[in-house]
Structure formats: C-alpha cells, structure tokens
C-alpha cells in the first residue's frame, strides 16, 4: 500500500492571510502577463476577485508587493516589485521543505517494520 500525505500551508500577517498557494499563482500569473485582468483571466478568477487579493497583499506586507497602472491610451499593467519576487521565492522555498519534512516523516512513521 502506497500512503500519501496532503498538506497546505499559507503565511499570516495579524492574523490574516498573507500569502498561500492561490496568491502566490496570482502573483506569478502577474509576473508573466504584466496585467492583472490578464493573470485573473489566465486562473479563471473575476478581475474584483484578484484586485481584491492584491490589494489584501499590499496592504498586509511590509513592503509593496504589486505595482499598478491605470489603463488608457498605452493600456495599464501591473508588475511585481523586487519584494513581491523575494516573496514568491520564499514561499515556495518554505512549501518545498515542508513537503519534502513530511515525506521524509511520513516514511519514517510508517514504512518501518513494527
């Protein structure tokens, strides 16, 4: 028998949600569009559901995460900072130990001989 662990982690600020899995494919749909409809578009989310999670991660970090622009005759974009990078990195950093910890444990637990 095959087990498998399942397991989902996500950051806090105050006691609220900074960043998880769904925010962080967010933030890299951004990175990769430079739009925030489009990266919305892109995970099949509503443009006021992604403006509202950006803006939710703005204001919660210590720094600006996601850079806007305001459409027009060149068109808007959105972009991340610097800090928004180093936090994307972080996480997934951080998600990748963990399931590589609890696989490790996992193995240990309960693959031995009794």
Same mark, same amino acid.
């Given at each position: 028998?095959?087990?498998?662990?399942?397991?989902?982690?996500?950051?806090?600020?105050?006691?609220n949600?900074?960043?998880?899995?769904?925010r962080?494919?967010?933030?890299?749909?951004?990175?990769?569009?430079?739009?925030?409809?489009?990266?919305?578009?892109s995970?099949?989310?509503?443009?006021?559901?992604?403006?509202? &999670? @950006? /803006? *939710?991660?703005?204001?919660?970090? +210590?720094?600006?995460?996601?850079?806007?622009?305001?459409?027009? %005759?060149?068109?808007?974009?959105?972009?991340?900072?610097?800090?928004?990078?180093? &936090? @994307? /990195? *972080?996480?997934?950093?951080?998600? +990748?130990?963990?399931?590589?910890?609890?696989d490790?444990?996992? %193995?240990?637990?309960?693959?031995h001989?009794f």
């Amino acid at each position: 028998m095959k087990y498998k662990i399942k397991s989902r982690i996500w950051i806090e600020a105050d006691d609220n949600v900074l960043l998880g899995e769904g925010r962080v494919a967010l933030l890299k749909a951004i990175e990769e569009t430079g739009s925030l409809s489009k990266a919305a578009k892109s995970l099949k989310m509503s443009y006021k559901k992604a403006w509202s &999670l @950006i /803006d *939710a991660l703005n204001s919660r970090a +210590q720094k600006q995460v996601v850079i806007t622009s305001i459409g027009g %005759k060149g068109g808007g974009g959105a972009k991340l900072t610097p800090y928004g990078k180093n &936090l @994307i /990195d *972080a996480f997934d950093t951080i998600n +990748q130990n963990c399931w590589a910890f609890l696989d490790k444990e996992m %193995k240990k637990q309960l693959y031995h001989d009794f």
